[in-house]
């Protein structure tokens, strides 16, 4: 039976990992080319074999990679671990489709080949189906198929209390308000992104793939009458072996003595890290503390998002509609005419790893407090936080303030002023401004880890009253159809990016209530009927941090070293090891583009701004970037960027103190690993693979016997024929 029987082809391109893959390139050589090819005699087909199995095209023949996938990964924090991972040479199992729950049956308890490798429907990824999988040694491994369209009950692997016991609320204060004792935020949380699984679980991405699979088990699996196939049968291989284990302090303290001791230390784990994005409304010095009389509006939004599965986290309504509803702000507002005139600066905050504990904001507030920052918190008039507003209800959008910091009498005049403001902004636009009930907490938010060092006076706009009305919150489904993003077909790539969508226009009336409302609380007296959010901009926003990155608008306002982050996948806004990922690249670049000023530097003026005249290199910053392409040609037209936009580190501190068993800071590590990578084939049965070896063993011994005899005649059978010409008397 050739793999063309199959009714599939696929070309090989995955990665073939090294000595691991050729090994088992040899050993399933002798499996599956035996069971496709039965009516050959054994001997002269082990001859065949032995002579086969040293080519990669051998490798193409057996096995069908599968490219597109996502991981499930193994995070680790000071006490315990998350995630997935297979054994160190891959798992590996029989496949089974499972498209509905008694279809579980047959793996948990009548398949006759265990362990299987399941294939399994997205809308029956949830809790109920994987603690029976978990609990079971008949599962080798899991394959998830997305779900098409979005699963309508919700889906959410994360938190029903999201950041739980990192945030204000503690037994020393608003212990009423600890743990989501009054509001559950995300009731569809289910937890699974926070569970331990023993097992490697992939997500399939790509619709043909698992097509592919599905013809592999439709044609070889499908039990006959009840009882199980004849052999051979389809089976996967997942690998995702993880390097480390336990928890946080385990793996630091074994990075740790690698380090101290090996010659070539090898790192186990990573802590999760990147950059914060930020700037200010007039410039200020990145090398000076800040008067300390100087008042700063802070506002915030947080940039990164997550899923079960590594890398994939859309984050369309948990982070994307808030973080550009915070970049329209800042545009709009910076285009006031007066805008020099105001007498608080205003403060832009992008929050990176904030899913994971608050690792941006916390790392913010330490730098404040440890003076490693130019602002302190003394320095934070009031805040304002933008988390989730694309979902609203009709035209209300709630504010959220601390119900334990408004007893202050201090604080509460100011917070009730600030909550003034923002009604009064939405006062003619088509939002509406409602405050939350006086008695419930804070939702989850950056907000919360400043109030843990001080009563500032703040609000957390969102598109909730109580529970968030995201029912893909941290899942792979919170994407562009979860806030109603919608395109006419027929559109080309250059039509769609300014293509204004409903949703577009939705998110610019925010911003403007935003914008004018940071613009009074800044000590703006004119009228702000002229600060208006921009809906064509917002547009491109979405579409490049939803869609595509690799778009027109985005190449134009990068530097041309970058380019190669605009990838043709759809974006991802997970925090990951790397820093800065493409999100906080992107941040940067299009804040830089929305509140920067184009100067008239050369190239090397602006790459060296201490060469340039007046440049102020410690009050701005300078980007080369590469510029929409010239009309008439296909080369750019590049040109220098001034910006107030600056990056500082998001590692929580507990890895700068070396904390790691820490509870006061994020501890959350992220494993490392050699390989992933996914693929089916076919495999023999049990007797086969014995009559096989048995053969095999056989030849081995017969070549053994015969070399030794052939050896021990060797003087008679390879001796030198005498010349008859010599005789002797």
Known sequence: MALEDLGFKMAATGRIGGRRGMMAVVGSCWVSLLAWCRPLPTLLLTVLVAGSCDGNSVERKIYIPLNKTAPCVRLLNATHQIGCQSSISGDTGVIHVVEKEEDLKWVLADGPHPPYMILLDGNLFNR????????????????????????????????????????????????????????????????????????????????????????????????????????????????????????????????????????????????????????????????????????????????????????????????????????????????????????????????????????????????????????????????????????????????????????????????????????????????????????????????????????????????????????YYQSMYDTPENIQMQYPEGLSPEETLEYVTDTAKSLAEVATVVARALYRLAGGANDTSAIQADPKTITQMLYGFLVKMNNSWFQSIIKPDLKGILGDDVPQHYVAVSSPVNTTYLVQYVLANLTGTVVNLTKEECLNPEKAPNAEKEMYDYAWVQGSLDPNSTSRVPYCVRSTVRLSKALSPAFELREWGSTEYSTWTESRWKEIRARIFLVASKELEIITLVVGIAILVFSLIATHLINAKADVLFSIPRDPGAVSY
């Open 128 to 471: 109920n189906v994987m603690q029976q999988l978990k609990g079971t040694s008949r599962v080798s491994g899991l394959a998830v198929s997305i779900a098409k369209p979005n699963p309508p009950q919700g889906f959410s692997p994360g938190l029903k209390c999201p950041n739980d016991g990192f945030g204000v609320y503690s037994k020393d204060y608003g212990p009423q308000y600890a743990h989501c004792n009054r509001t559950v935020w995300n009731p569809m949380g289910s937890g699974l992104s926070y569970e331990d699984f023993d097992f490697p679980i992939f997500l399939l991405e790509d619709a043909n793939e698992t097509q592919v699979i599905k013809q592999c088990y439709q044609d070889h699996n499908i039990p006959i009458d009840g009882s199980g196939p004849e052999y051979p049968l389809c089976a996967m291989q997942l690998f995702s072996h993880m390097h480390a284990v336990t928890s946080t302090v385990t793996c630091m303290r074994r990075n740790s003595i690698q380090n101290t001791f090996s010659i070539n230390p090898e790192t186990v784990c990573d802590p999760l890290l990147d950059y914060n994005v930020w700037s200010t409304l007039h410039p200020i010095s990145s090398s000076e503390k800040v008067d300390p009389k100087k008042e700063f509006i802070m506002v915030a939004t947080r940039i990164d998002s997550h899923s079960f599965f590594w890398n994939i986290a859309p984050g369309a309504e948990s982070a994307v509609s808030s973080f550009v509803t915070h970049l329209a702000a800042a545009e709009a507002l910076h285009k006031a005419s007066d805008v020099h005139l105001l007498q608080r600066n205003i403060m832009f905050t992008f929050f990176q790893g904030e899913t994971f504990d608050y690792i941006g904001s916390s790392r913010m507030v330490y730098d404040m407090e440890k003076d490693k920052f130019p602002l302190r918190l003394e320095n934070i008039h009031s805040f304002v936080e933008l988390n989730q507003v694309a979902l609203r209800s009709g035209s209300v959008l709630w504010m959220h303030t601390d119900p334990v910091s408004r007893l202050n009498a201090t604080v509460e005049p100011q917070i009730k002023n600030l909550l003034d403001i923002l009604s009064n902004s939405s006062v003619g636009a088509n939002v509406t401004l409602q405050e939350v009930g006086f008695s419930q907490p804070l939702p989850p938010s950056s907000f919360q880890r400043f109030l843990r060092a001080r009563h500032i006076p703040g609000v957390v706009l969102t598109d909730h009253q109580t529970s968030f009305q995201n029912r």
